[in-house]
């Protein structure tokens, strides 16, 4: 199959019995019901798996589900990701109460497109077809099948299949391709074992592609793995492109592991959560009002878990009322803003709503908060999350930059910046503005960079900040640099010492060799006086080796036995001490200072004397006037 062949996923749907797998035999060739008992009993009770190729080329993988309200379950984790419905109908019964539920399952999931498929036409009149295709559409009027194509077929003598077929070619051909470019995605369907052969998981990939060879992350449990292989529609392939019905052998995962329900990711992209915030409509057709914290069977992928629902401006909706509410779940699932999602009855098991996620990881709320209220529609409305993936993009930014990127006024950005803010969603550093997942991802860099550099300058008592910065995007500016490095301090997770960021409970430890030259050092330095020496000095006099003398130097600078004068050159702590001893002993006598006095007095060059005068007045010891200097804060 070449790169440019194009791959949906249509799934079918209707009451039991009404034709759908005989249907899907005879466009594919494959009898997806392949369970003995299936068989047995006449009726599918699993979800079944057939691709066919259509007269244009296209790849077309057909997800079939049951009928049967019993396993209505299985059809819920084969639905969510099809791109067109076949809603099959047998014409001798007409609309049936499973036709009617799935309906307002494809409805509530949104599922774009559909073809009404009238079977078993050989068991009826004409007239009979004609009145039944009114009674159809009556039914299916204000819904997103009310404009479909209506085919009337027979499945077992074939009349109409041609028809269904080109239907079905022209209705894809319209949608857009699948986001091969997005993040993996793929909701396991089923999983087994193959012996020798380790876990298979199977499902439809949403979007992006896989590899073999790639590493995947499976959530739950969220364990990364390695593809070891591939089948695509049941062949071998190298690489599993979104829309396509995938297979896939996981090297390291345990098949006990794994839950119907658990999707294949990009790893690290998307979050498990046990709780989001969401769009929530009750049906009108619901039989009873649902309170605060009802149990509800919610479905969402493939999986399926018990939630409560957590009303946050009622303690009861309506049937048919929309509301913006909290589900906690007693499980973990893979969540994604947008994600649409169905909800039953606990008891007896009934759809009795859906809804989308606006927040897949949120705080708990309080209730009865009109600011809680608000900032969810914000989030609802778009403009919020626009502005939260705009950010995503482009790092951090100021308010200016982001009107222009939005498109957005500045008092409207600035009125969302605030309410995402107490969503915990952006955060403002210095005067940019990010993510709090970027500003958290910067972070997480900023721990790893310092310990990166303990581990590879070990004397070192830290990394200078400036070399810490250079880790972050360039654009990050230095006051948000200082404050994403602030709240690391302040949380303890990094200490400051002096003019380098250290782990907090990180010490310099030199090695024996190391405490030989550092012993060299000290002693051309306290010979040296008050004549400073730096760098170059001390690879001549003291013979250090070039690649440690920096290291060396700022270990003996850290720990206070060398003070510096300006960039490169120190002076021992004792000459320094000395010195501030002559500037304290002649001020105690006189009122000025000058650069010939003071160099009387340590008896040093003109050059040495007038830099430790500079370093006493940047310590604010001395203050110059003229030519001459005037003590100012003399040390104790
Ligand atoms: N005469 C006739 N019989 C059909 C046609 N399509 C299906 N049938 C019969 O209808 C019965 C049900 O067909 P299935 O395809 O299993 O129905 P289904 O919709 O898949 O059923 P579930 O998956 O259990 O919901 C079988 O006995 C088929 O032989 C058709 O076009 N003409
Ligand atoms: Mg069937």
């Not at 098991?349 to 705080?363: L, N």
Request: aromatic share 6%.
């Amino acid at each position: 199959m070449s790169e440019s062949t194009r791959y949906h996923i249509i799934g079918t749907a209707g009451h039991v019995d009404h034709g759908k797998t005989v249907l899907i035999n005879k466009l594919t060739g494959i009898n997806t019901d392949r369970l003995k008992e299936e068989q047995e009993r006449g009726i599918s009770i699993e979800l079944g798996f057939a691709p066919f190729k259509l007269a244009n080329g296209s790849m077309v993988g057909v997800v079939d589900v049951p009928g049967h309200e019993k396993f209505i379950h299985n059809m819920l984790a084969g639905i969510g990701g099809i791109d067109l419905v076949l809603l099959v109908i047998d014409v001798n019964e007409g609309v049936m109460q499973q036709t009617r539920e799935h309906l307002q399952i494809l409805q509530l999931l949104q599922i774009p497109r559909g073809i009404l498929v009238l079977t078993k036409c050989d068991l009826a009149e004409a007239d009979w077809i004609d009145i039944v295709e009114e009674e159809v559409r009556e039914t299916f009027a204000g819904t997103f099948l009310e404009k479909a194509p209506c085919c009337k077929v027979s499945a077992i003598q074939g009349d109409g299949i041609e028809e269904l077929q080109q239907t079905i070619q022209n209705i894809l051909g319209e949608l857009p391709p699948r986001d091969e470019d997005g993040p993996t995605r793929l909701p396991i369907d089923r999983h087994f074992t193959i012996s020798g052969f380790g876990t298979v998981v199977t499902g439809t990939l949403l979007s992006g592609r896989i590899k073999v060879g790639d590493s995947v992350e499976v959530m739950p449990p969220g364990e990364t793995v390695r593809v070891r292989e591939i089948q695509v529609h049941g062949e071998k392939a190298e690489v599993a492109r979104a829309g396509q019905r995938v297979a896939l052998n996981l090297v390291g995962l345990e098949r006990s592991d794994l839950v119907r329900g658990a999707v294949v990711a990009t790893p690290g992209f998307f979050t498990m959560t046990e709780r989001f915030d969401a769009r929530f409509n009750l049906l009108a057709e619901a039989p009873r009002p649902l309170k605060f914290r009802d149990p509800v069977h919610l479905h969402m992928g493939t999986a399926k878990v018990t939630a409560r629902v957590v009303l946050l401006d009622r303690d009861e909706m309506q049937p048919g009322e929309s509301v913006l509410a909290q589900f906690h779940l007693d499980q973990p699932l893979v969540a994604h803003r947008q994600d649409r999602f169905i909800v039953r009855s606990y008891s007896p098991m009934t759809t009795i709503g859906g809804g989308q996620i606006i927040d897949p990881a949120p705080v708990k709320h309080k209730r009865f908060r009109k600011e809680v209220m608000q900032a969810l529609k914000e989030l609802e409305s778009g403009e919020g999350s626009f502005i939260v993936q705009k950010l995503a993009e482009l790092g951090c930014v100021k308010l200016k930059e982001l009107e222009q990127a939005s498109g957005l006024g500045r008092d409207r950005i600035t009125a969302l910046l605030e309410d995402l803010s107490t969503a915990e969603q952006v955060k403002r550093i210095g005067d940019q503005w990010v993510t709090v997942e970027t500003a958290r991802s910067w972070q997480r860099i900023l721990v790893e960079s310092v310990a990166n550099y303990h581990r590879d300058h070990p004397l070192q008592p830290g990394i200078p900040h400036a070399t810490l910065k250079a880790t972050l995007p360039v654009k990050v500016a230095p006051k948000a640099f200082e404050q994403l490095l602030g709240d690391l301090i302040t949380d303890g997770q990094l200490a400051q010492r002096g003019e380098w960021v250290a782990q907090v409970d990180f010490t310099a430890r030199p090695t024996e060799a190391q405490e030989l030259l550092l012993q060299k050092l000290v002693k051309v330095y306290l010979e040296a006086g008050f004549e400073a020496k730096g760098r170059v000095d001390m690879l001549a006099l003291a013979k250090v080796p070039e690649t440690q003398v920096e290291s060396l130097l700022a270990f003996l600078f850290s720990n206070g036995t060398l003070i510096r004068l300006n960039d490169d050159s120190l002076i021992h702590k004792k000459a320094y001490q000395e010195a501030v001893a002559y500037l304290k002993a002649h001020f105690a006598n006189k009122e000025t200072l000058t650069l010939a006095e003071f160099r009387d007095l340590i008896g040093s060059a003109r050059k040495q004397t007038q830099a430790i005068l500079e370093l006493f007045d940047r310590l604010k010891y001395t203050i110059r006037k003229g030519d001459e200097r005037v003590a100012w804060k003399l040390p104790e």
